[in-house]
C-alpha cells in the first residue's frame, strides 16, 4: 500500500504539479493497480536472467566523423523560448 | 471507390482511375464523414493533392515507382511529418512541428504514397480506445456508440470507414492489433527491430513497432514491405533482408502446424468471439494446417509485466516533456516550478498515471520487486514462445478477448488494461503477430483471429492470414456509414 506522502513523493521526482483531487486520485487508482501488479511476486524467476530487450542488441558503433545534421533555427523553431541560439529557461540557482 | 490500394494500383496502371481522383474522393469522404468518426487530427489536403498529381505523372508515363505509387494512405499522429504538426494526441505537442520526416515517412514519400493526414489516438499511445486523445475521441465505423479501440484507433477507423485505403500506426500492447480487431481490418505488428522507429515518439522503447492496417491482407504486405528494413538511425533496427512478403503469400497454409495456446480462451471472453475463432481455427485445418495443442503458462503474469515494464520506460521517455526545448510551456517562479506546472498542464489523467507508476516502479527500493522482477517474467514469456515455437510453426489465437466496447464502459483503468491481455505477450516477446477480419458478434460487431509467428517470420504469418482471407467472404462486408 501506498499513502499520500508516497504519492507526493514520486509526484516531486518525476515534476508533476497535481493538484489536492489528483493526488487522493492517483493514491487510489495506483494502490489499484500496485495489488494486480503484486501478482508477479508468485512467479518464481530465481536464477531468471532479466530481459531488457525481445532482441538481442548491441551496441552500434560509428566512425567519429562530422555529419550533417537539422540546422540550427530549424531546432530552435519549436522551443517555447529560444534566445538567440539557446534555449531559455527560468532561474535555476538562487542569486 | 473505397477498395484496397492493389486495386487501385491496377486500375492505375489500366487508366481507369487517376491518383489525383481517388484522392479527391478520399478527402471529400473525410470532409463528409470524418465529423462523425473523428479518425483524424490533421489533413493535409493540399500536400496530398499535390503528391497525388506527381503520381499520376509517374504513372502516365508508365513509370511508378512501385506498388504504393498513388496510394492514399494515412498515419498515426506519432510519426513524425517534416513540417507538418505532430501531437501524439496530447496538449503538449499541441503546436509541434516536426523538422524531420520519421523514416517510415521518409520511405512512404520515396515509394510515391499519397499521405492524408494524421490520425488521432490514445495520448502518447497509451490506451486501448483512443478516448484518452486529448482532441476528442474517434468512433467506430460499426457502431458510432462504440470505441475503434485504441491506441491506434484513428487510423484504424479511417481504413475501416473508407477515409483512407490504408494507414500506419504504432503497437507497443496491442495497439495495431486490438483496433485493427475492432473495426474489422487486418492490422499487424512486425518483429520489433523490423520497421525503424526513428522519428516515431517513443512510448516503451523496448516494446514499441511500427506497422501497417489495410483492407486485405495482400496490402499488408505491400505496406510492411514499403517500411521495413534496417535504418541506421535506429540501433535496434534489425540487419536482415526483406523478403518479398506480397510474393509468398499464395503459398498456403498445406503442411504447416499451427499451435493453438489453451491459455488463450478464458473465462470471461467473449462466447461470440470464442466461437469465430474457433470456426477460424476449422477453416484452416480445411485448408491443410495441422493444429497442435500448445501450452503458454506465463500468459496470465504478462499482463502485471507489461504494466511495470511500460510505465517505467514511459516515465523515462516522457522526462523529455520540460518545457525547454520544444512543447508546452507555463510560467513558474523558478525552472522546477515551471517544469511541474508545463507537465501537470500538458499531460491528461492516463499519462500522468503510468509516468506515477513508472516513476514509483523504478524508485529507490522497489526497482528489484517490480522493474527486475518484471524483466525476468519477460524472459519466461520469450522461452515459453520459443518452446511452442521448436514444434509449430505459428501460433493461432483470439486477438481480444471482447468486441468494441461502448464509449465511457470502461472507466476503471484496470479494466481497460485487461484489453490487451492476448496481444501484450507478442510485445515482452518481440515477435511478429496479425489480426484478420474473422467473424462478427450477435451484435455485428467485428472479431479478430491473431496469428503470431518466430521473429522475422512475417512471410509466415501473413501467408496464413491470406490463406484464411481468401477462404472466407467477411472483408466483403463493410460498415455503412453516411
Known amino acids: 500500500m501506498i499513502d499520500r506522502k508516497d504519492v507526493e513523493h514520486v509526484a516531486r521526482l518525476t515534476r508533476l504539479a497535481l493538484t489536492e483531487a489528483e493526488l487522493e486520485r492517483m493514491r487510489e487508482q495506483l494502490n489499484s493497480i500496485l495489488a494486480h501488479l503484486d501478482t508477479l511476486r508468485a512467479v518464481p524467476t530465481e536464477g531468471i536472467e532479466p530481459t531488457s530487450h525481445a532482441v538481442d542488441v548491441v551496441n552500434v558503433m560509428r566512425d567519429d566523423e562530422v555529419e550533417p545534421c537539422l540546422p540550427q533555427d530549424s531546432v530552435l523553431a519549436n522551443a517555447p523560448d529560444p534566445s538567440g541560439e539557446f534555449f531559455r529557461v527560468p532561474r535555476i540557482i538562487e542569486e | ?482
Open chain 2, 1 to 482: 471507390m473505397h477498395r484496397p490500394i492493389h486495386e487501385l494500383t491496377d486500375a492505375y496502371r489500366r487508366g481507369d482511375l487517376t491518383p489525383t481522383a481517388v484522392a479527391e474522393e478520399y478527402l471529400a469522404r473525410i470532409g463528409a464523414l470524418d465529423g462523425k468518426v473523428g479518425a483524424y487530427l490533421t489533413v493535409v489536403r493540399e500536400q496530398a493533392l499535390a503528391a497525388a498529381r506527381e503520381s499520376e505523372l509517374r504513372w502516365r508515363a508508365g513509370k511508378p515507382r512501385g506498388p504504393l505509387d498513388g496510394a492514399p494512405v494515412a498515419l498515426k499522429d506519432v510519426l513524425c511529418t517534416a513540417g507538418v504538426r505532430t501531437t501524439a494526441g496530447s496538449k503538449m505537442l499541441e503546436r509541434f512541428v516536426p523538422p524531420y520526416d520519421a523514416t517510415t515517412v521518409e520511405r512512404l514519400r520515396a515509394a510515391g504514397a499519397v499521405i492524408l493526414g494524421k490520425t488521432n489516438m490514445d495520448e502518447f499511445a497509451m490506451g486501448s480506445s483512443t478516448e484518452h486523445s486529448a482532441f476528442h475521441p474517434t468512433r467506430n465505423p460499426w457502431d458510432l456508440a462504440r470505441v475503434p479501440g485504441g491506441s491506434s484507433g484513428g487510423s484504424a477507423a479511417a481504413v475501416a470507414g473508407g477515409l483512407a485505403a490504408g494507414s500506419y500506426g504504432s503497437d507497443t500492447g496491442g495497439s495495431i492489433r486490438q483496433p485493427a480487431a475492432f473495426c474489422g481490418v487486418v492490422g499487424m505488428k512486425p518483429t520489433y527491430g523490423r520497421v525503424s522507429r526513428y522519428g516515431l515518439i517513443a512510448l516503451a522503447s523496448s516494446l514499441d513497432q511500427i506497422g501497417p492496417f489495410a483492407q486485405d491482407v495482400t496490402d499488408t504486405a505491400l505496406l510492411l514491405g514499403a517500411v521495413a528494413g534496417y535504418d541506421r538511425r535506429d540501433a535496434t533496427s534489425i540487419q536482415a533482408p526483406v523478403p518479398d512478403y506480397a510474393g509468398e503469400l499464395s503459398k498456403g497454409v498445406a503442411g504447416l502446424t499451427l499451435g493453438l495456446p489453451d491459455e488463450y480462451f478464458i473465462d470471461g471472453m467473449d462466447p461470440d468471439v470464442e466461437r469465430a475463432v474457433r470456426q477460424a481455427i476449422e477453416v484452416l485445418k480445411g485448408l491443410g494446417a495441422r493444429i497442435e495443442r500448445v501450452s503458454l503458462p506465463t500468459t496470465r503474469h504478462s499482463l502485471a509485466a507489461y504494466y511495470v515494464i511500460l510505465p517505467a520506460e514511459a516515465s523515462s521517455n516522457l522526462a523529455r516533456y520540460d518545457g525547454v526545448r520544444y512543447g508546452l510551456r507555463v510560467a513558474g517562479r523558478d525552472f522546477i516550478e515551471m517544469q511541474s506546472r508545463t507537465r501537470a498542464a500538458g499531460f491528461g489523467a492516463e499519462v500522468k498515471r503510468r509516468i506515477m507508476l513508472g516513476t514509483y516502479a523504478l524508485s529507490a527500493g522497489y526497482y528489484d520487486a517490480y522493474y527486475g522482477k518484471a524483466q525476468s517474467v519477460r524472459t519466461l514469456v520469450r522461452r515459453e514462445f520459443a518452446a511452442a515455437f521448436a514444434h509449430v510453426d505459428l501460433i493461432v489465437a483470439p486477438t481480444t478477448p471482447n468486441v468494441a466496447f461502448k464509449h465511457g464502459e470502461k472507466e476503471d483503468p484496470l479494466s481497460m488494461y485487461l484489453n490487451d491481455v492476448f496481444t501484450i505477450p507478442g510485445n515482452l516477446s518481440g515477435i511478429p503477430g496479425v489480426s484478420v477480419p474473422c467473424g462478427f458478434s450477435a451484435t455485428g460487431l467485428p472479431i479478430g483471429l491473431q496469428v503470431l509467428g518466430r521473429p522475422l517470420d512475417e512471410a509466415r504469418v501473413l501467408r496464413a492470414a491470406y490463406a484464411y482471407e481468401q477462404a472466407t467472404t467477411w472483408r466483403s462486408r463493410r460498415p455503412e456509414l453516411s
